[in-house]
């Protein structure tokens, strides 16, 4: 069972924005930085997000991430096909490891 | 170019060990941890554990702790992961990762993935 709490599916049509929460604890994600990671179907996940809200070069200004307390959130504005993915929340924990949110599954109709 | 190239597919029957190589290249070898994570069939991603290529420092999950072992050899850029005494719920895709020091979960350059299969 993940230690950080995902809703296992979201979905919206193209053009629209979606949001994707996470929650977690104050051992992990209020005293510590969020990142989101993309893993397209069949290959490998990447880093999408990194310290709460942070964009590696090449991810596109879509995607958006935000903390608060306890609790961090990813939206993704003007949805495209191409964002069909799941997507994972993870933090470090002050138990001294990284713990992950179970995932969700973004569907684009 | 930033690379991680990891071992291929393996089989194992229960109670066997594996050990999964991955490659660094594109980068200074021991500036950056190697996290371990595996994905279960169908499941998410599960983090194993870390080790420091600095100092060889280690970290694991405490569900593998005892089964586990994280090694380096920076001569050659590698990472190594060992997992003994398998068992069918160790079926699973297990990625090396480049991790920041000070920032574990910063995990920017992940391996494409070993299958590792535990089947008798």
């Known amino acids: 069972q993940a230690v950080l709490t995902q809703p296992p599916s979201a979905s919206g049509t193209p053009g629209q924005r979606v949001t994707i929460s996470c929650s977690g604890s104050s051992s992990n994600i209020e005293s510590n930085y969020v990142y989101w990671y993309q893993q397209l179907p069949g290959t490998a996940p990447q880093l999408l997000i990194y310290?709460?809200?942070q964009r590696p070069s090449g991810v596109p200004g879509r995607f958006s991430g935000s903390k608060s307390g306890t609790s961090a959130s990813l939206a993704i504005s003007g949805l495209r096909s191409e964002d069909e993915a799941d997507y994972y929340c993870?933090?470090?924990?002050?138990?001294?490891?990284?713990?992950f949110g179970g995932g969700t599954k973004l569907t684009v109709l | 170019q930033v690379n991680l190239v990891q071992s291929g597919a393996e089989v194992k029957k229960p109670g066997a060990s594996v050990r999964v190589s991955c490659t660094a290249s594109?980068?200074?070898?021991?500036?950056?941890?190697i996290t371990w994570v595996r994905q279960a069939p169908g499941q998410g991603l599960e983090w194993m554990g870390w080790?420091?290529?600095?100092?060889?420092?280690?970290r694991y999950a405490q569900k593998l702790q005892g089964r586990v072992t994280m090694t380096t050899d920076t001569s050659t850029s590698t990472a190594y992961m060992e997992l003994r005494s398998l068992r069918s719920d160790d079926t699973a895709v297990y990625f090396c990762v480049r991790g920041h020091y000070g920032f574990l979960a910063e995990m920017d350059v992940w391996g494409k993935g070993t299958t590792v299969t535990v089947s008798s």
């Open positions: 080790i420091s290529v600095y100092n060889g420092d280690t």
């Open positions: 993870a933090a470090w924990d002050d138990s001294l490891r990284v713990v």
């Open positions: 594109g980068y200074t070898f021991n500036t950056y941890a």
């Open positions: 310290r709460n809200n």
